[in-house]
C-alpha cells in the first residue's frame, strides 16, 4: 500500500509528505478520523515511505528491498499492533499471536473493520483489548536495535481500546522512544483514547472519503465495472471498509445463492454420483466459508416457511425470489422442524472441526429423504 493506491485524500497525504520533506516527522503521530476514512491505508503508505531506502518527494520508490519487504508486510522493522480476543487457551496474548490473520485479512479487504476483524477472529460482538502483556511486547521490540539499522516504527490500531495497565505500561516509551522509532496511531474515535496517551501524541485529523475517490478504489483493487462501484460508493456513506464489505459480501451471497439451487436440485433428484462430485467440489471453499452457506440455507428453509403460510419472503434478491417460489412447497410443516435440526448439527460440527466432506455427504443423504415427506 502505497499512497498512490489511495485515490484522494490530498490534504492529509501533503500534510505527511511535509512532515517527511521537512524531517519534523513526530515520534508518536495520531490519525484520526471515522472508520473506513482511509486512515488505516494513509497510515500504511506513510511507514513505507519512512522505511524507504530512495524516497521521492511524495512516495516511496516501491523498488527498493525495503519497499519489496513492505509490500509483502514482511519488514522486520515495521510493527503491528492492534485489539485482540485475549484467551491463554487460545494462545492469543499479543497482538503478534494473531498477525497471520491479521496480515491476511489485510491483504484481502485492502482495508479493515472493528467487526471485521473481531468476525476473523471468531465472534464479531466480542469486544478486543490492548493489554498490558501486548504493552510488554512492544516495549521488548522497540528497545531492539533496528533489523536494518534504520527507522523502527510501529502502527498502532485503535489505540482507544488499549487498557489503562497497557497504556501506563507505555507511557515512558511513547514520550521518550529510543532513537529513529516512531508510533503511528489510527484511531476511529480519538475521545475514547486515554487521555494520558492522547496527551502525547501530535494529531492529523482526516476527513471521510468521497463517492468518487471510493468507486475508484472499487474499481482498481477488485476489478469492479464503473456502474456498480458508483452503486455501492454511494451507499457506503464515505466508509471504504463498509464500501468493501458491502461488495465481497454481494460476492459471497451470489457463491451461496448458486451452490444452494444445484445442492436442492441434487437432493431433490437423489443423483448421487453428481452429488458426491457436489459434495468434493463443495468442501474445497473453506471451512469458515461452508458456515457462512449453512447460514444461508437455513434462512432460505425459513423463507420457505414464511412464503408457504403467505408471509412475505424479505430481503431477497430476484433471483432467490424466483427459485424459491418453486422450491417452498417442498420445506414445509411436516420437515423444517428436521431440517433444521440437520443444519444446525451440521454447523456445530464444523466448528467443532469435522471433515466437511464427510459431513456434507451425510446432510445431503438426509436431505434426500426430508424433502420428500
Ligand atoms: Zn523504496
New binding site residues.
Partial sequence: MYFSDLPGQETTKTQLTDLFKSNKVPHALLLTGLEGCGHLQLALSFSGLLL????NETD?????S??KMFEKFQHPDLHFSFPIHLSKTEHSEISDDQRASFIEILKDFKCLGKKTWYSKMGNENKQGVIGVKESQSILNKLNLKSFFGGRKLLIMWMPELMNVQAANKLLKLIEEPPQETYFIFISNDQSKILPTINSRLQNISVPKMIDTEIATFLKTNFQLDSALAEKIAINSNGNLNKAICAHLESGSSELNRSLFVNWMRLCYSRNIADTIDWVNEFSKIGREQIKDFISYALEMYRQCILGNFKLSMKGLNESEESFLEKFKPFVNHKNISEINSVMNEAYYHLERNANPKILMLDVSLQLYKLLRK
Fill in positions: 524507504c531506502e530512495n524516497p516511496s520508490c516501491k523498488n527498493c525495503s519497499c
